[in-house]
């Protein structure tokens, strides 16, 4: 799982990256292409011309135009699922989502978000399902929770796995913490996304993957579940990534057949402008520091190999002779 993906836009003004973007994931595409199951959460439209739905604001409404073809670069790199839940799904309204959707899915992609649309996979024999939320109308909204319960429970009938998608939360960088409380972002509210994600794990859910802050947040184990407050930006050429905004973590987990969080690593990417390993490990040292101080009772452990554990598993091992 990784954040935040935007590839350069040509709204309001062009900026693309070098090369069309040809080398956006050349550093990191290994590790994508290396999962069962790589998602991530796409900011914006792919779409040529169109009408915009905002009035542009520098520092407070964007718009983002991604050119179509660009989705082979997601495809490229090695990403299966991509979510479209987010404040940048409408901002070319219906026909920038149903160009969206259907420049993906002619490179193979899925994608999930507009009007409940629900990613469906099987691997080896497990289905699974990827459930989106957002805060934003035209998908399924985070702010009515007893709603999304009956929507996961439902899903949690037919399928296997449930993973719910949910881009909320304050953003920018006073935005690391993660607390247990409504949150607003240039006063819109953005949920509470600690009880969002723990009532939908209590409705059947088995690992919720969070974005939108725009930086890492803290993971949490609830009820032998992965919460992953937020993967923050992974590649959005033309935005701001200076510190913590330019931190790319890609996180992997592993479940087992029934949803049960095994274990996981935070691999640390960083953009540079363009993604690149980051031996500092800028990313997971974050990740590791706001999960301690976010969820002192119920953060996983997070090894110096950047090794995510349950502490049950943990406290075992130790207790072994």
């Given amino acids: 799982m990784v954040g935040d993906v935007m590839m350069g836009s040509t709204y309001p003004n062009s900026n693309l990256p070098p090369d069309s973007g040809k080398e956006l994931f050349l550093n990191i595409d290994s590790i994508i292409k290396d999962a069962h199951l790589s998602l991530g959460n796409l900011e914006g439209t792919l779409l040529t011309g169109g009408i915009c739905t905002k009035k542009v604001q520098q520092g407070r409404t964007y718009a983002f135009r991604t050119p179509p073809n660009f989705a ?116 819109s509210p953005r949920g509470n996304v600690v009880s969002f994600s723990r009532a939908v794990i209590d409705s059947g859910a088995d690992l919720v993957w969070g974005h ?71 990313a997971a040292q974050l990740i590791k520091k706001l999960s301690h101080e976010d969820f002192p009772n119920s953060s996983p452990h997070i090894t110096d190999d950047w090794v995510i554990l349950l502490r049950q598993n943990v406290m075992e091992e130790i207790k072994q002779p």
């Fill in 72 to 187: 082979q670069y997601l495809a490229d790199a090695g990403f299966d699922f991509m979510n479209l839940a987010n404040n940048h799904m409408n901002d070319f309204g219906p026909g920038g989502i149903e160009s969206t959707i259907e420049s993906l899915e002619g490179v193979g992609i899925q994608s999930g978000g507009p009007h409940g649309k629900i990613g469906k996979f099987e691997i080896d024999s497990i289905t699974i399902a990827i459930v989106c939320f957002a805060t934003s109308p035209g998908t399924n909204t985070i702010f009515q929770t007893k709603e999304a319960q009956k929507i996961v429970a439902e899903q949690a009938r037919q399928y296997d796995i449930v993973i719910v998608s949910f881009h909320g939360g304050k953003e920018g960088l006073g935005a690391l913490h993660t607390k247990d409380t409504m949150e607003y972002f240039l006063g």
């Fill in 212 to 282: 939108g802050p725009h930086v890492p947040r803290a993971l949490e184990i609830y009820k032998d579940r992965l919460i992953a407050y937020s993967c923050g930006n992974f590649c959005t050429w033309g935005f701001n990534i200076s510190g913590e905004l330019g931190y790319a973590p890609i996180l992997q987990v592993v479940l087992d057949s029934t949803g049960n969080f095994k274990h996981g690593k935070i691999i640390s990417a960083i953009q540079n402008p363009f993604l690149e390993i980051d031996i500092q490990y800028s």
